[in-house]
């Protein structure tokens, strides 16, 4: 009996164990090691990126312009990092991209210890970490789906969902907490060796080839290609368009997290910590809740469900007249924010085939680059008319918008069927060893 046959002889697991099913790949944990570490390291450099650039210049305005060094290029690049994702090995593409993070934070440090480090370090900086990024994260999210397979997906992009929100939680506060007590040149040095860890990490996860051989394709080919099927494909482009509606109208309101920190509850900077904390806190609960619960093969009802319960538990946190009531009204915003997100990525993976998985999930991220511009109209309406009013007032537009696009989007509705049709065929070929689950399994 081979090792796969084995591992489908046992028992299917339950409780817990069904919680961390993917982690019991071995190249899974790999991965999901280096993530962890990758996203701690970044997260925490964010503040101290934006610390660092403060201190160099004495300007708030400073912090915006670090930021946007870091954002455009993402938004830009990371058609063309989807494109590389699906014509080279990803886990070649990288650790490439993680060994350039490594160099890059390296010269910073170099500069820093030197005394040297200009404020137009860090705007180059940034820019490349800009760059790098959208080769980075396409490739990885491909990685996970041919380790794993579909009937795996579910669960392992609940775990990494969590170690995001986990390492958005706790890196920044660590980070900022040790600047304090060991100084920012060793707190920069942790990071490097964060992503230096995340680098040996992906260095033991085995090779993942292209899906397939695009021959004398052209780059602007591949892209136009990607955009085109997220357009021919119904359900996929159904799911992306539904995956803005809270990015364009509810999630800007953690923008405006400080107005009611400051204007509406007079709780100052300690209050709008944990605001923050206690919002990034939902976001791991969520995610546990998915990977705990396991798939569902009732993907829409859930997706529908959790953008209501958002919406409605955000109305409520916008007009709360007491802070420690908004604790937990924020808490569970974000836990169904989190419901949503990782279920509608994970619909997504399920859908799309290897060949174009790369671009798809570049275009993902673009989506989640455009919390700007929702940003833009919450906040004229917030300088208006007050926070609570912006916020409750988005918080009921995703409400209207989710309802009507349930109602009025067939192919909305054609996304269970699909995704369960898609379920079905990858366990047929883990059966017999020849899909991506099976051939994860034999090696485990």
Not at 134 to 145: E, H, L
Not at 234 to 257: D, E, G, H, N
Not at 353 to 379: E, H, K, N, Q, Y
Not at 409 to 416: E, F, G, H, K, N
């Amino acid at each position: 009996m081979n090792r796969f046959r084995e591992y489908e002889a046992r028992p299917a697991p339950s409780g817990w164990r069904s919680a961390t099913s993917s982690l019991y790949y071995p190249q899974f944990r790999w991965i999901y090691l280096s993530n962890v570490a990758f996203f701690f390291a970044m997260n925490g450099q964010f503040v101290v990126r934006s610390y660092l650039a403060f201190k160099l210049t004495d300007s708030a305005f400073a912090l915006g312009l670090v930021n946007l060094a870091v954002a455009v290029p993402m938004l830009v690049v990371s058609p063309f990092g989807g494109v590389v994702a699906d014509r080279v090995e990803k886990r070649r593409l990288i650790m490439i991209g993680q060994a350039a993070v490594v160099l890059n934070e390296a010269i910073v440090l170099v500069l820093l210890i030197a005394g040297v480090l200009a404020f137009w370090h860090m705007l180059v900086a940034a820019f490349a970490m800009g760059c790098i990024f959208p080769f980075i994260m396409p490739a990885r999210q491909s990685i996970v789906a041919s380790i794993v397979g579909r009937q795996g997906l579910a669960n392992a992009m609940a775990l990494s969902m969590g170690g995001m929100n986990a390492a958005r939680v706790a890196g920044p506060v660590l980070a900022g907490s040790m600047i304090s007590v060991i100084g920012l040149r060793w707190v920069y040095a942790v990071a490097l060796l964060l992503y230096l860890g995340a680098l040996l990490a992906m260095s033991r996860v085995d090779r993942s080839p292209p899906a397939e051989d695009r021959g004398e394709r052209g780059v602007f080919g591949d892209i136009a290609d990607g955009f085109r099927y997220v357009r021919d494909d119904p359900p996929v482009r159904a799911l992306m368009l539904l995956s803005l509606v809270p990015i364009l109208l509810a999630m800007p309101f953690q923008m405006l997290l400080v107005v009611f920190a400051e204007d509406v509850w007079d709780v100052g900077s300690s209050g709008l910590g944990i605001l923050q904390a206690v919002a990034g806190v939902g976001g791991i609960l969520g995610s546990v809740y998915v990977a705990w619960r396991g798939d569902t093969r009732r993907k829409v009802r859930t997706m529908i469900a959790s953008l209501l319960a958002f919406g409605g538990t955000l109305f409520l946190f916008a007009i709360s007249p007491w802070f420690l009531l908004a604790l937990p009204l924020v808490l569970l915003s974000d836990v169904f924010a989190s419901v949503f997100n990782t279920v509608n990525g994970t619909a997504i993976q399920l859908l799309v085939p290897d060949a174009v998985r790369g671009r798809v999930m570049a275009l993902m991220m673009m989506t989640f680059g455009l919390t700007p511009l929702g940003t833009l109209p919450i906040s004229a309406v917030a300088q208006a008319w007050g926070a609570p009013v912006a916020v409750a007032g988005a918080a009921v537009a995703t409400v209207v918008v989710s309802v009507a696009f349930y109602l009025l989007s067939a192919s909305l509705r054609t996304v269970d069927a699909a995704s369960n049709a898609a379920l079905e065929d990858d366990l047929r070929a883990a059966r017999i060893g020849t899909g991506p689950t099976g051939a994860a399994r034999a090696a485990s």
